[in-house]
């Protein structure tokens, strides 16, 4: 039996034929089944999850207005703060912090209605692209429990994988919605940037991450996009436009829609089974009427070396944060306030530092794992003297023209079509002491980023070891409902999205 | 370009984390291979190219300049690893 989609799910409540209730017990049975073995959230709440659930079932009877998410269970990612609630990221750092306050896309779940229903795992910080990195645990591919399920949103992409919720709020700010959606055979989008207000949302690379949804399919991101997106005056980089009704557009199709196929993707080290699933779909967009011209993305081989320069010289300044004095981690070691015995053990580790320093040094290194330590040393080397001209800047001026690829490619087609990753997934543990291995599986993604154009993934086959392979598209700044009904048009045509792993 | 171990060591102060021996010398070869590949950037030309900090063309965002609330000291001493009723606590910033 296949699982409703949300937007089924929200017809079935909307018509009276299920309760929020019923909804919520049935995604908390089969958490309570798969996640020993897939192990996608960090934490649920099933007493908080029913309450909410029973409030919005009376409201309901009772005839009162009702947000578009009424009843409905979402799970977030471990990284936008929840007033009140722990929000980890994943890291020892943040393990007992509580937010003072609700990130703005929290505050647009509660108001719509949503069942927040649990908090999902994800690689430390957002670093990462298989979910190793989460200091707690590693979450586990549905479709195969032996491998990563993408990241750093993998959480995410494998509890609506497995069922285990209808929709997720991901992040994105080099891949991390998009991959694990990819290699999980879910259905997410990363919007342009500024589109969803990044105000609570704990910060990694700050000119790069966006917030987006994943959901079985582009009908269920349009919902949850339409709710989470929109100008906020707590967050000056969020685009001030009015938000579309993506829901009303998403069943258009486009007529006469012109595809971009980037030449520079269908090189070396992308997977043949990948390449004939991705050239397969195109043959399915053109038999749905789009026509399909190469274009040149001159610039696409340089785009990780770029990203992998400006994402951690933004996270070392946004990580310097972490100080072990306002919240977060502070080393055990350093409670004895500059008693003297403290200081002089302080002293051990950098001869004639300061105990202050000592304490940052110690709380630092036990709070961050390794990722987010060699993304700070990264950026903290190429921001230093003599080496920000070379590095930074030189990284920005690359930024610009790989904008300026995109610009001329939009400038003769609608959407840019490609694979999502250059393989499906790999084995937890086969990359895990090959960073720089782990930062090219992002090539197809990070430029979107870089550019802060719109993308998405969505379902196109499977591997002949019954791994999902996905399809990336990409949109211009703010096309997003041109990129759901793009992604809708061939879900219509296609069943890749209602496929569900067993998981006994 | 390279990178040498002592100049890992250099970084990871700056960036106030201690490394161990074994820590340092896996850092200085992995930061080594992600720079080498990085170094590809200077194939470009980029003389003429403007450089590209954020995607969006904004300037200034400017807000009214007038108060509003914000967190009680309380909430926002809440999260304090160490504090006393008003205050974060700290170690001696100058030692002997």
């Given at each position: 039996m296949t699982s409703f989609s949300a937007m089924q799910w929200v017809r079935q409540l909307t018509a009276g034929k299920t309760t929020s209730v019923d909804v919520t017990r049935e995604y908390l049975d089969r958490i309570k089944q798969r996640d020993t073995k897939v192990r996608a959230f960090l934490r649920v709440d099933p007493s908080a999850a029913l309450a909410q659930a029973e409030a919005i079932d009376r409201r309901r009877k009772a005839g009162k207005p009702l947000g578009l998410l009424a009843g409905l269970p979402v799970a977030v990612k471990d990284l936008l703060c929840a007033a009140g609630e722990p929000t980890t990221c994943a890291s020892r750092m943040l393990e007992n912090f509580r937010s003072p306050y609700d990130a703005t896309v929290v505050a647009k779940l509660k108001a719509a209605d949503a069942v927040l229903i649990g908090r999902t795992n994800m690689d430390?910080?957002?670093?990462?692209?298989?979910?190793?990195?989460?200091?707690?645990?590693?979450?586990?591919n549905p479709?195969?429990?032996?491998?990563?399920?993408?990241?750093?949103?993998?959480?995410?992409?494998?509890?609506?994988?497995?069922?285990?919720?209808?929709?997720?709020?991901?992040?994105?700010?080099?891949?991390?919605?998009?991959?694990?959606?990819?290699l999980c055979g879910i259905t997410g989008l990363k919007p342009t940037y500024g589109r969803v207000s990044r105000f609570g949302l704990v910060a990694f690379a700050s000119s790069l991450d966006q917030i987006g949804p994943m959901g079985q399919t582009a009908e269920d991101c349009a919902l949850l996009l339409e709710v989470m997106a929109g100008h906020d005056p707590k967050d000056s980089t969020s685009i001030d436009q009015p938000v579309p009704r993506y829901t009303q557009s998403v069943a258009k199709p486009l007529n006469g829609l012109r595809l971009g196929v980037v030449r520079e993707h269908f090189g070396e080290g992308l997977d043949p089974e990948v390449d004939l699933a991705v050239r397969e779909a195109i043959r399915v967009y053109q038999s749905?009427?789009?026509?399909?011209?190469?274009?040149?993305?001159?610039?696409?081989?340089?785009?990780?070396?770029?990203?992998?320069?400006?994402?951690?010289?933004?996270a070392s300044s946004n990580l310097a944060r972490y100080d072990g004095v306002h919240f977060g981690y502070r080393s055990k070691e350093e409670r004895g306030e500059a008693r003297g015995e403290d200081r002089e053990k302080a002293g051990s580790y950098f001869a004639g530092s300061s105990p202050l320093i000592d304490m940052y040094c110690r709380s630092r290194s036990e709070g961050f794992g390794d990722e987010v330590k060699r993304r700070i040393m990264l950026g903290t080397y190429a921001l230093s003297a003599g080496y920000y001209d070379a590095y930074y800047k030189k990284a920005l001026k690359v930024r610009r023209l790989i904008r300026q690829d995109f610009d001329q490619a939009f400038g003769q087609v609608d959407l840019l079509v490609g694979p999502v990753t250059p393989t499906p997934a790999f084995k937890l543990g086969e990359r895990i002491d090959d960073p720089l291995a782990m930062y090219l599986f992002d090539l197809y993604t990070v430029s979107a980023n870089l550019a802060g154009i719109a993308g998405m993934s969505i379902p196109c086959g499977f591997s002949s070891q019954g791994l999902p392979i996905g399809l990336q598209l990409q949109a211009p700044p703010l096309a997003e409902e041109r990129l759901l009904r793009g992604a809708a048009m061939f879900q219509r045509a296609t069943d890749w999205h209602t496929k569900e792993p067993n998981l006994g | 370009m390279s990178i040498s171990r002592a100049e890992v060591k250099k970084v990871s102060l700056l960036a106030r984390l201690s490394l161990s021996d074994e820590q340092l010398d896996r850092m200085t070869s992995q930061l080594g291979d992600i720079l080498g590949y990085v170094d590809q950037l200077s194939e470009l030309d980029t003389e003429q190219v403007e450089p590209m900090a954020h995607a969006l063309d904004f300037a200034n965002v400017f807000r009214a300049d007038a108060v509003q609330p914000s967190l009680d000291r309380e909430t926002a001493l809440a999260n304090a690893p160490h504090r006393d009723a008003e205050c974060y606590r700290v170690p001696a910033v100058l030692g002997e």
């Open positions: 430390e910080f957002a670093m990462g692209g298989s979910n190793e990195n989460s200091a707690f645990f590693p979450t586990h479709w195969d429990l032996s491998r990563i399920p993408g990241g750093s949103s993998g959480g995410s992409a494998a509890c609506v994988a497995s069922r285990m919720a209808p929709l997720a709020v991901g992040s994105d700010t080099g891949g991390s919605i998009r991959c694990p959606a990819a749905l009427g789009a026509t399909v011209r190469e274009v040149s993305m001159p610039h696409a081989k340089y785009a990780v070396a770029t990203y992998y320069i400006i994402a951690p010289c933004e | -």
